[in-house]
């Protein structure tokens, strides 16, 4: 079964310090893997996805076959960056579905 | 533009009653989504359209759930004999559709079944 795993919950970082937020998956095919992100008060927005290759805000993701990761970079983090984010899988049967993972807490501090 | 719009904002209901919840897409926006979120939970497909059909709705849990958009904009998920482990936000997300996987997200709806 399609599968995404986001290991921590919370993950507090000081602002100007490297963070890292873990998401592995499990799909059979070929993933198409993208990160939401969600700030206070505000509606969840997409902030990357592996097939674009962009970096966002200072953020990068690398897809790993081998691995079968999807991990957020983000070598100096800033308090703006606190949020929820979510890893999530499209799972592309005969129409688009979506497997998003739990999501992990980000907390900058100051 | 307006973006993505969902109402009501919050329903309470009584377990067993009827709701339906509203979305309103983008305007353009061919595939409409729906997801249901627990607490401390990721977002849970539950049903995708794209224009009017349904194309994939192998998320929702069982037959109390429906969701139609009958002119292919405005979305309805409507929710039979409501119990309380319905309670959950449910958000609707809209895309252009055509190769664009891009989900723009509405601002949810929380439900409370009593």
């Known amino acids: 079964a399609q599968r995404v795993t986001q290991p921590e919950k919370l993950l507090s970082v000081f602002k100007g310090a490297p963070v890292e937020l873990k998401c592995n998956y499990s799909y059979s095919g070929s993933p198409e893997l993208f990160w939401y992100v969600q700030y206070s008060r505000q509606r969840l927005q997409l902030l990357l996805r592996h097939i674009s290759r962009e970096s966002i805000k200072g953020f990068t993701a690398d897809l790993n076959k081998g691995e079968t990761s999807f991990h957020l970079k983000k070598p100096f983090a800033q308090e703006e960056d606190s949020a929820m984010y979510y890893c999530?899988?499209?799972?592309?049967?005969?129409?688009?579905?979506?497997?998003f993972g739990p999501g992990t807490r980000l907390s900058v501090l100051p | 533009g307006a973006g993505v719009s969902q109402t009501p904002s919050n329903k309470v209901t009584e377990k067993g009653k009827y709701v339906e919840l509203r979305c309103d897409p983008i305007s353009g926006h061919t595939a409409l989504y729906w997801y249901r979120q627990s607490l401390g939970q990721g977002p849970e497909f539950l049903i995708y359209?794209?224009?009017?059909?349904?194309?994939?709705d192998s998320g929702l849990p069982n037959d109390r759930f429906f969701a139609v958009r009958p002119e292919g904009s405005v979305s309805t998920l409507k929710i039979q004999r409501t119990e309380r482990g319905d309670s959950a936000v449910y958000l609707c997300?809209?895309?252009?559709?055509?190769?664009?996987?891009?989900?723009?997200f509405g601002p949810g709806t929380r439900l409370t079944v009593l």
């Open positions: 997300a809209s895309s252009l559709g055509q190769g664009s996987n891009e989900q723009f």
């Open positions: 999530a899988l499209m799972i592309d049967n005969y129409g688009q579905n979506f497997v």
């Open positions: 359209f794209q224009g009017t059909g349904a194309a994939d």
